[in-house]
């Protein structure tokens, strides 16, 4: 089994499908070369590249070896230069900027000493991510980490 992402012209993912793995071409029509290119031309010649259901931020969640950054979502984009799919920038973070490198957005500073994005939440409410240890909290405006009061 193996996962599809399906880019429109702008390099946005408008679709992921479960497919057949990409090393398993006994069944693929012998008019194509790939399964990307199969299911490309299944949806009308959309372009379709190979995503991996285990891969966030450049790592591969069961050990293995991740592939174009992060799992290709819908309305996450495509960098075709980097070769990496973008996930959609958290709203209300219009300063934070993609990392190439770790394939996450970070934030203009850095996280407070001894503190990183696996032990960081997301909150819905207040529209941004707190420090579930030191119960900071990321101001866009301010662009600091701040203590809740």
Same mark, same amino acid.
């Given at each position: 089994m193996a996962h599809y992402a399906f880019?429109?012209?702008n390099s946005i993912v408008v679709r992921t499908i479960v497919g057949i793995d990409e090393d398993d071409l006994t069944k693929l029509p012998e008019e194509y070369s790939s399964w990307e290119e199969f299911y490309s031309a299944q949806m009308n010649n959309m372009t379709c590249i190979r995503t991996s259901y285990n891969t966030?931020?450049?790592e591969h969640l069961l050990g293995? %070896?991740?592939?174009r950054g992060n799992y290709a979502s819908q309305g996450s984009t495509y960098d075709p230069i980097n070769d990496i799919f973008i996930p959609i920038k958290p709203q209300g973070l219009d300063s934070w900027v993609f990392d190439i490198s770790q394939a996450k957005w970070i934030p203009p500073i850095d996280l407070p000493e001894g503190r990183d994005?696996? %032990?960081t939440a997301w909150l819905e409410d207040r529209v941004t991510w707190q420090d579930p240890v030191t119960l900071q909290i990321w101001n866009?405006?301010?662009?600091?980490?701040e203590d809740i009061s």
């Open positions: 880019i429109d012209e966030r931020h450049n293995g %070896t991740p592939l994005f696996a %032990t866009d405006e301010t662009q600091l980490w």
